[in-house]
């Protein structure tokens, strides 16, 4: 069995595999296609409407190429790693939900990383124990680390595509990265992942691009705004359903808006695993497009201003503590004929950070000719010091503005 699949960033990428086919043709799978990756950030950049479906199997693509570079290079892995290295990278983000992140603690109180790992234990009790050692590479359970490192780390392959895959989609060129060299530059010693020496410049060009990509296209201020405006019609629309108002929900929306759940609910409930993986992008704008309709002024109110992309306002801040801020929230509230209880839906102040590199166990390490290995930080004269590891926090506030 041999199957071949068009992409636009990588091209041609091939399936050989008939437990990878058999898994990408599954509807917990086939159900990224209508998740989109980079969730409300077309309204700034109108050409990321690709999906979680086009990375997962562009991630999958390049693990592929870096397994045959590493195999090439000596490193021992056996067949049945390369194919559980090769599902856990294809199915690491199988746990989205619509809109990815912004469903995320908002009407399910569950983060992805938890619920990829449970749909992935559903699957390997459905094909009866052929995805275990794809789990244990996921979970770092697994006696190769280095596997790991593939699938999750600060040099993984997951960050390669989703670099090259948002830059090629919004038309971003910062995040343009050399990939390709990047994967050569791979091997392993002492069974960790390390990058040759004649990779650091393709290094550091990967972690500029990924401070960049995050302050220029995923931390955008409309980006911000969107999101956040999500949250809040999510929030008002859940509020109002508790309270045994009538609220539009196609009948999986319906299921999160009607009750709480936790992960332990999802543990011990399979209905809400069941209603997750049924529901999708689609279902989010079926319910803002008659939310629009609704006779409650807020809900009304926030899913039009959505859906017509009339965005509330992003100021970034020098100071948490502005005077401004008192001012503009007076104003709302005499927007809203003076309830302040109403305040929370049009008026959010919260602080957004981004790490170029982190200080974490994963780190990236050079190996020179010599047979040093360095951490990326303590190599000389390179663009990444130490300094990039503090994070850069900027504080905002979102508001409503004529």
């Known amino acids: 069995m041999r199957k071949i699949i068009n992409d636009p960033v990588h091209g041609f990428i091939t399936i ?14 086939q159900r990224l296609r209508r998740i989109k990756q980079m969730a409300l950030a077309f309204l700034v950049y109108p050409g990321a409407v690709h999906t979680r479906l086009h990375h997962a199997l562009g991630a999958y693509h390049l693990m592929h190429r870096a397994i045959e570079e590493l195999k090439q290079k000596g490193i021992a892995i056996s067949a049945e790693e390369e194919q559980g290295v090769k599902i856990a990278i294809l199915l690491h983000d199988i746990g989205h939900g619509p809109f990815s992140h912004a469903l995320e603690h908002t009407i399910v109180d569950v983060n992805h990383e938890q619920l990829s790992l449970m749909i992935m234990e559903q699957l390997n009790h459905e094909m009866k124990g052929r995805l275990s050692l794809a789990i244990a590479i996921f979970t770092n359970q697994y006696s190769k680390h280095f596997l790991h490192q593939l699938v999750s780390s600060q040099l993984d392959v997951d ?21 390709d060299r990047i994967i050569k ?21 990967f972690l500029i691009a990924r401070r960049l990509m995050y302050w220029q296209v995923y931390l955008h201020k409309t980006v911000l705004s969107s999101e956040l405006m999500l949250v809040h019609i999510l929030k008002r629309a859940k509020e109002l359903r508790i309270q045994g108002q009538p609220v539009f929900a196609t009948p999986f929306l ?13 543990k011990t409930n399979p ?17 803002l497009k008659v939310w629009r309709l609704h006779e409650d002024p807020i809900l009304s ?9 009339r965005l509330f306002k992003v100021k970034f801040l ?3 503590n502005a005077p401004e801020i008192a001012d503009i929230k007076s104003k709302i509230i005499y927007e809203l004929n003076g309830d302040d209880s109403l305040l929370a839906y049009y008026f959010t102040q919260d602080v957004t950070s981004n790490s170029t590199y982190s200080a974490g166990d994963e780190k990236i390490k050079i190996l020179f000719k010599t047979g040093e290995i360095k951490e990326i930080t303590k190599v ?10 503090v994070p850069i926090k900027k504080h905002y506030i979102c508001y409503f503005a004529h």
């Open 16 to 29: 050989e595999d008939d437990l990878i086919f058999e898994l990408v043709s599954h509807p917990a799978f």
């Open 159 to 179: 960050r390669l595509d989703y670099l090259a895959r948002d830059s090629f989609f919004t038309g971003v060129s910062e995040g343009v990265i050399g990939y």
């Open 185 to 205: 530059m791979l091997t392993v010693i002492n069974d960790e992942l390390v990058v040759e020496e004649k990779g650091i410049h393709s290094i550091e060009k």
């Open 254 to 266: 319906d299921f999160f808006l009607s009750n709480p759940f936790s992960f332990e609910d999802f």
């Open 271 to 287: 209905a809400c695993l069941q209603n997750f993986l049924a529901m999708d992008d689609y279902d989010m704008v079926a319910s």
């Open 301 to 309: 109110d926030l899913s039009g201003r959505l859906l017509d992309r």
């Open 318 to 320: 020098t100071d948490s």
């Open 380 to 389: 000389e004269n390179t663009l990444i010091s130490e300094g990039l590891l």
